[in-house]
């Protein structure tokens, strides 16, 4: 069973940057697509960016210009750039993978990091 494992969350004040990285402890085949999502408390869990195995990207309109998703495939990683933060980009962040393989698929789900932006 593959494992996501997210780090590089936090406190920050507004207006400054956090880089969340997500490393999967063995090999997927069949990647569609590599996201982040985040939770606020009292919401419901939203879509804060994708990146497909072809290289497209997408973005919540609220992170738009903000936010910037990238993967390492060498390094089995996939990273959210977040500058720019504001207090409602509070949140507990998820890393996500969608695969397909051999008429199998899924997805797998990180535990969750805290980012808190407050001054």
């Known amino acids: 069973q593959v494992r996501l494992v997210e780090s590089g969350g936090g406190l920050v004040q507004p207006g400054g940057s956090l880089r969340l990285s997500c490393v999967a402890s063995?090999?997927?085949?069949?990647?569609?697509?590599r996201a982040w999502y985040r939770q606020a408390p009292g919401k419901q869990r939203e879509l804060v960016a994708a990146?497909?195995?072809?290289?497209?990207?997408d973005y919540a309109d609220s992170v738009k210009g903000r936010f910037t998703i990238s993967r390492d495939n060498a390094k089995n990683t996939v990273a959210l750039q977040m500058n720019s933060l504001k207090p409602e980009d509070t949140a507990v962040y998820y890393c996500?993978?969608?695969?397909?393989?051999?008429?199998?698929?899924?997805?797998?789900w990180g535990q969750g990091i805290q980012v808190t932006v407050s001054s």
């Open positions: 996500n993978v969608d695969w397909a393989w051999a008429g199998r698929g899924g997805d797998y």
């Open positions: 063995g090999r997927i085949l069949g990647i569609n697509t």
């Open positions: 990146l497909t195995s072809g290289g497209i990207t």
